[in-house]
C-alpha cells in the first residue's frame, strides 16, 4: 500500500471531525516575561532528569489519541523523527518549573499553579509531533476533570524551521514568551527542521 493511500485514510477521518482548514481559527496569543535563558540551563544541566520519548500508540492512549497516532505510523513517523525531550513528568521537576516562571505568569495565564501541570519541552533538528489534538490524559488522571486549558510557550529564540501550527494559523518567527492557547479538540502541530534545538513549554491547567 501506497503512502498515498496512509494519506487518504488521514484525511478521512480529518473529514469525518469536519476539520477544514478553509474555514479560520482564531488563536488567543499574547507574551509574558519568562527567563529563558535559565529554562533552558536548567534542562542542560539536568538532562539525565528528562524524560526521551517517540510518537507512538500507547495503551494508555483514548480511542482518538489512538487512532491518531497509528494515522501517523502509517505515513512515516517514528523514532527516527519524533523524539521529544521532556522535563516536569516527575513532580519534583514540575515544581522546580514552575518556580522559574513565577506566580506573575501564572495570573496571566489565569491558572493556578497548585492544579496546573509544566512541561518543558526540547525537539532537536529534524523532529517534530505530527498532526493531534491534546487528550490530557495525564492531567486528568492527577487533577481530574473540569475546564481544561493548554499553552504553547515559545522559550528558545525563533530559528531555522522552528514552528507551530494550529489548524490554519502558522506560527513562527517568536519572541521567547510567545504564547498561544491551543484550544480543546483542535488539531495542531510543531516541528523542528532547522539547525537549533527547539524549546517549549506546554502548560495544562483548569481554567479559573
Request: net charge negative.
Amino acid at each position: 500500500m501506497s503512502i498515498y493511500e496512509h494519506q487518504g485514510y488521514f484525511q478521512e477521518y480529518l473529514e469525518s471531525k469536519g476539520v477544514d482548514l478553509k474555514n479560520h481559527i482564531e488563536l488567543n496569543q499574547f507574551l509574558v516575561d519568562i527567563d529563558y535563558r535559565s529554562l533552558i540551563s536548567w534542562s542542560e544541566k539536568n538532562f539525565d532528569r528528562a524524560t526521551i520519548k517517540e510518537y507512538k500508540p500507547r495503551p494508555f492512549y483514548s480511542a482518538e489519541a489512538m487512532k491518531q497516532s497509528v494515522l501517523a505510523q502509517s505515513i512515516g513517523y517514528n523514532a527516527n523523527n519524533t523524539i521529544e525531550i521532556n522535563w516536569g513528568i516527575d513532580p519534583a521537576d514540575d515544581a522546580v518549573l514552575k518556580s522559574m516562571i513565577g506566580n506573575d505568569v501564572f495570573e496571566q495565564w489565569n491558572l493556578d499553579p497548585e492544579t496546573s501541570m509544566v512541561r518543558l519541552l526540547r525537539y532537536d533538528p529534524g523532529h517534530c509531533i505530527p498532526l493531534h489534538t491534546d487528550s490530557y490524559n495525564s492531567f486528568s488522571s492527577r487533577f481530574g476533570t473540569g475546564t481544561i486549558t493548554r499553552y504553547f510557550v515559545a522559550v528558545s529564540p525563533w530559528d531555522w524551521g522552528h514552528f507551530l501550527q494550529v489548524h490554519d494559523n502558522l506560527i513562527s518567527n517568536w519572541d521567547p514568551g510567545l504564547c498561544a492557547e491551543i484550544p480543546n479538540e483542535v488539531f495542531h502541530l510543531s516541528g523542528n527542521f532547522g539547525i537549533a534545538p527547539k524549546y517549549t513549554l506546554t502548560v495544562t491547567g483548569l481554567v479559573q
